[in-house]
């Protein structure tokens, strides 16, 4: 089956500071990925979708220029989280999808929960 | 807008039947997907329904009805396990994805 895998699993890091997630397609080209944010409790909220090679497109309110998303290759996509800050602390989750002729499923990676101190 | 409701939360007993309804009102429709997330995880694939109808597997069926707008996810044989989340989803004319805010599902012994 498809595969997303996520690393790291988990961080901490410091206020101001930036951390890197890499979300990677294992056994498919990923022609779409997404970038979610879920706090606890709550939905999960999609931040930005991104297609191999172009830009991203980030939802309302969810600032560009704080959150880099880099999807170089179809099979991995970066999530920056630049002059992070307690407030950023969440678990965020990509996922990804083949556009398949029957479904447009998205498979999804184990998540990363960012703790900002 | 667009909008997909569901309960917040469920209480069930194990090895009971629980059905877990999503209405949505969509701009568009080309699917319905359930998925479900145990806590501290990422959500896991159940079900894509693009037809009307029901679609058994295992344990778990899930319907459609694309004029009702309506959805929802039967789960038979309920074990402990299966007290987590679930989300319905539905994407829309331009592929997006719209969440619901999931079910919590609780299951007793």
């Known amino acids: 089956g498809a595969v997303v895998s996520q690393h790291p699993s988990w961080v901490i890091c410091k206020s101001g500071t930036s951390v890197k997630i890499e979300c990677r397609s294992l056994?498919?080209?990923?022609?779409?990925m997404f970038w979610y944010r879920q706090f606890p409790k709550q939905s999960l909220m999609l931040m930005a979708t991104s297609n191999e090679g172009s830009k991203a497109t980030y939802e309302q309110g969810v600032e560009k220029d704080k959150f880099l998303i880099n999807h170089a290759s179809l099979t991995l996509s970066t999530l920056t989280v630049t002059s992070a800050h307690p407030e950023d602390s969440s678990f965020y989750i990509c996922?990804?999808?083949?556009?398949?002729?029957?479904?447009?499923?998205?498979?999804f990676g184990p998540g990363t929960r960012l703790t900002v101190t | 807008g667009q909008n997909i409701d569901q309960p917040t939360e469920m209480t069930a007993t194990e090895g009971a039947i629980v059905q877990i309804n999503c209405s949505y009102q969509?701009?568009?429709?080309?699917?319905q997907f359930w998925y479900q997330q145990h806590a501290g995880e990422a959500p896991t694939f159940l079900s894509y329904?693009?037809l009307d109808g029901l679609e058994e597997k295992g344990r778990f069926s899930s319907f459609l009805s694309r004029s009702k707008g309506y959805s929802y996810l039967l789960l038979k044989e309920l074990q402990m396990k299966d007290s987590a989340s679930y989300l319905c989803a539905v994407t829309d004319s331009n592929y997006q994805l719209i969440w619901g805010a999931g079910t919590k599902l609780i299951i007793k012994p």
């Open positions: 996922s990804a999808s083949s556009d398949s002729a029957s479904s447009y499923e998205q498979y």
């Open positions: 329904n693009v």
């Open positions: 969509t701009s568009g429709f080309n699917g």
């Open positions: 056994d498919f080209q990923a022609t779409t």
